[in-house]
């Protein structure tokens, strides 16, 4: 079984190694005798790094713990480089672990903080690239509980409150009071405790004190459904995260040359002025319709059973003509054939209620000649275009066919 360095010093990102075993496969795979990589499990994720060995240095690019407690490291090597029993240097990406140490060890603080004061237990933890998340297993967390927690927790860390690492056996820990009692119980069990505040079981990679947590930032909370998730970043992501967020409202106040905390009121008011100006285009485009069939009407000779209405439009679209067709048809004796060229092309078909002719028939004839979809009722029906050239023409035709 690999020794896992990682399990009492969180802090050791360099370490020599023997190789157990070679697994080759798509990736090729490693088992040690002992690693500081710590693979993904219990919420946090794996580390990465790399493996130096006979001169040749390769990447360890994911570490997973296999069903039987193997750890595997997945490296960018051919198995053929590697051999058991091959001495290896490793060292760990620092960076990316003392990221990993501030989420975990700042889930801790945050899950301790909810639970002493809402008694609001976690039922799990993510950690994600951006953002980590737990899940509370609560019907409702209020805006104020969110301030208070990360109050309280942001108060832990400044107590910089000595986090320790112990083994204790199943029994022993069953009368600590953990927060939480793994599901998965072995013979020894493995506390990280936050000097009197939390005592949990874990196998994760923890901070010494709790000041190297750095800020914690609790973000949106949502619905779940287990719960409650609430959305956190700790230390310098809580840093580049506060960092984003002012930088994205100092542009948006900069649009409104305000200041950053006018910026929700400046833009409901533009959300008002919108919808106004929306209202009132919408009046003029229903009188210029209105208008538009007037004059159309004015100018139709006055022959046979009914008469056709036929135009295509450059300027004015789908909305448009459907309304100038809703607005003819008012008159008595029309077949209404428009077009719009204006992307995507269009054609509306309409006729007055005392003329007999099915329109969607004409739709369905007209579709069919320019590859279009389309449809409606006897009364009223639009179709697309695919070739904007084609509108004119398609227009002539079903006139044509509907004089016959
Ligand atoms: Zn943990």
Do not use: W
């Not at 029994?171 to 953990?178: I, P, S």
Request: net charge negative; proline share 3%.
């Amino acid at each position: 079984m690999t020794e896992r360095l990682y399990y009492t010093d969180s802090f050791l990102y360099d370490f020599e190694a023997e190789v157990a075993e070679v697994l080759p496969g798509e990736r090729t795979a490693l088992v040690l005798d002992r690693t500081a990589f710590y693979p993904t499990s219990g919420g946090q994720v794996f580390d990465t790094g790399s493996l130096r060995a006979n001169g040749s240095e390769f990447r360890v690019t994911e570490v997973a713990e296999d069903e039987s407690g193997k750890i595997l490291h997945y490296m960018e090597a051919p198995a053929a480089a590697l051999k058991a029993g091959q001495k290896v240097s490793g060292a760990i990406d620092a960076a990316r672990r003392r990221d990993h140490m501030q989420q975990h060890s700042g889930q801790h603080v945050l899950s301790a903080a909810f639970i002493e004061l809402f008694e609001m237990p976690t039922v799990s933890f993510h950690m994600g690239e951006e953002s980590c998340t737990i899940d509370l297993n609560a019907k409702a967390v209020s805006t104020d509980q969110i301030v208070k927690a990360e109050s309280r927790a942001n108060q832990i860390v400044s107590e910089n409150r000595p986090v320790r690492v112990r083994f204790v056996s199943v029994d022993e820990a069953r009368t600590l009071g953990l927060r939480k009692l793994p599901e998965l119980q072995k013979d020894e069990m493995r506390l990280v405790e936050i000097k009197d505040f939390d005592l949990c079981a874990c196998g994760g990679t923890h901070v010494a004190h709790t000041s190297q947590i750095g800020p914690i930032l609790l973000r949106k909370t949502e619905k779940v459904k287990q719960g409650i998730r609430v959305e956190f970043v700790c230390g310098d992501r809580a840093l580049r995260t506060a960092r984003k967020d002012y930088a994205t409202l100092t542009e948006s106040a900069g649009l409104f040359s305000g200041h950053i905390y006018d910026v929700p009121p400046q833009v409901r008011k533009l959300l008002e002025e919108g919808k106004a100006a929306q209202k009132r285009q919408h009046a003029l485009l229903e009188e210029i319709a209105e208008l538009c069939a007037a004059e159309l009407v004015a100018r139709m000779p006055e022959t046979g059973k009914f008469r056709v209405v036929q135009k295509v439009f450059a300027d004015r679209d789908l909305t448009f003509i459907k309304l100038l067709a809703q607005k003819l048809t008012r008159y008595p004796g029309l077949v209404v054939l428009l077009g719009s060229i204006v992307t995507p092309a269009a054609v509306v078909f309409a006729r007055s209620a005392d003329v007999e002719a099915d329109v969607s028939a004409f739709m369905k004839q007209a579709m069919a000649a320019v590859g279009g979809r389309g449809g409606g009722s006897k009364e009223l029906a639009q179709g697309g275009v695919p070739d904007a050239t084609r509108v004119a023409s398609l227009l002539d035709e079903i006139a044509a066919q509907a004089h016959s």
